[in-house]
């Protein structure tokens, strides 16, 4: 089989098929295989999540019973990714791709049976797009998670425009949006351990720029704190500590003058690896102050 167009891949029905998305994985993966699911049938596969936001969607979409035997399928559905290294085990049987990014594994994208990719700030609006053009419905539920999949892919609406609030007046219909906070912040913060993580926070004024730099427990002290401090303290930079590396947030206006020509030069000059925004195993955050100094302003 090669080179199925969208109603041969329907046809695959009796097929075994394995739904799958990255590693890390986030909301936009989940809500794209509960959308999959519904289209194909077949069982998942969730690789573990690290976001409280990904564990209340879980929840509510009731995706609790991820397979743990990956050998027994036939085919393999992959969302919300096309780099054969983001996944969570080897594929060594024909696979689907559908995503949003910009086809960076091109080899990968080139020997999948069917590969729908247009770039995008969710997998969900092409999702979307794709239902809407072959006719498939799309339950009430299927809709609210690629809401609540929009809202999460683009940082709490910071990077959102006309057209992400387009598609999520369509996704949301007649919830209110309060109802997508009760599934993002599902999970309970240790407010005790969070308190006592943000009295640590080093700040520096470098060449005019507010900047932070603080040791987190995990990914949800980061979110929280990016959700409930960054603007409030006004910062431009957020450099977090995790335990597998260094996690970076820039105010939007920023995001190309200091993240791509101040530290994207760095990242590939030490070759660090970076997952899911996170830069592996790597920790040496002065660095990064260091390159700041060089920052031109604007």
């Given amino acids: 089989m090669k080179?199925?167009?969208?109603?041969?891949?329907?046809?695959?029905?009796?097929?075994?098929?394995?739904?799958?998305?990255?590693?890390?994985?986030?909301?936009?993966?989940?809500?794209?295989?509960?959308?999959?699911?519904?289209?194909?049938?077949g069982s998942y596969f969730i690789p573990p999540y690290e976001l409280r936001s990904a564990a209340g969607l879980i929840e509510m979409l009731n995706l609790k019973s991820s397979t743990d035997n990956i050998d027994d399928f036939d085919i393999i559905f992959i969302y919300d990714t096309e780099k054969r290294q983001d996944l969570p085990f080897k594929i060594n049987k024909p696979y689907v791709i559908f995503d949003h990014h910009h086809k960076r594994d091109g080899e990968f994208v080139e020997n999948a049976l069917f590969c729908y990719i247009e770039p995008s700030s969710a997998n969900?609006?092409?999702?979307?797009?794709?239902?809407?053009?072959?006719?498939?419905?799309?339950?009430?539920?299927?809709?609210?998670?690629?809401?609540?999949?929009?809202?999460?892919?683009?940082?709490?609406?910071?990077?959102?425009?006309e057209n992400e609030f387009y598609y999520f007046s369509k996704f949301l219909k007649n919830r209110r949006f309060e109802d997508i906070l009760d599934v993002v912040y599902y999970k309970d913060i240790e407010k005790k351990s969070f308190l006592k993580t943000i009295k640590k926070a080093?700040?520096?004024?470098?060449?005019?720029?507010?900047?932070?730099?603080?040791?987190?427990?995990?990914?949800?002290?980061?979110?929280?704190?990016?959700?409930?401090?960054?603007?409030?303290?006004?910062?431009?930079?957020?450099?977090?500590?995790?335990?597998?590396?260094?996690?970076?947030?820039?105010?939007?206006?920023?995001?190309?003058?200091?993240?791509h020509m101040l530290f994207v030069p760095i990242q590939k000059k030490l070759n660090i690896e970076r997952v899911q925004g996170i830069w592996m195993n790597f920790f040496d955050y002065k660095i990064l102050l260091k390159a700041l100094e060089n920052y031109k302003g604007g």
């Fill in 124 to 161: 969900v609006i092409n999702l979307y797009n794709l239902s809407i053009k072959e006719n498939l419905k799309l339950n009430d539920d299927i809709l609210f998670s690629f809401a609540i999949a929009l809202y999460t892919d683009t940082a709490m609406f910071r990077t959102a425009r």
């Fill in 3 to 41: 080179n199925l167009s969208f109603k041969e891949l329907l046809n695959l029905k009796s097929k075994k098929i394995l739904h799958t998305t990255h590693v890390k994985s986030d909301c936009d993966g989940i809500a794209s295989i509960y959308w999959g699911l519904s289209t194909f049938g």
């Fill in 202 to 259: 080093k700040f520096y004024n470098i060449k005019g720029l507010n900047v932070c730099v603080l040791k987190f427990k995990d990914n949800d002290q980061f979110y929280g704190f990016v959700d409930g401090l960054f603007n409030v303290l006004n910062l431009d930079v957020l450099i977090g500590i995790l335990k597998e590396g260094i996690k970076i947030h820039v105010k939007k206006r920023h995001v190309q003058k200091i993240y």
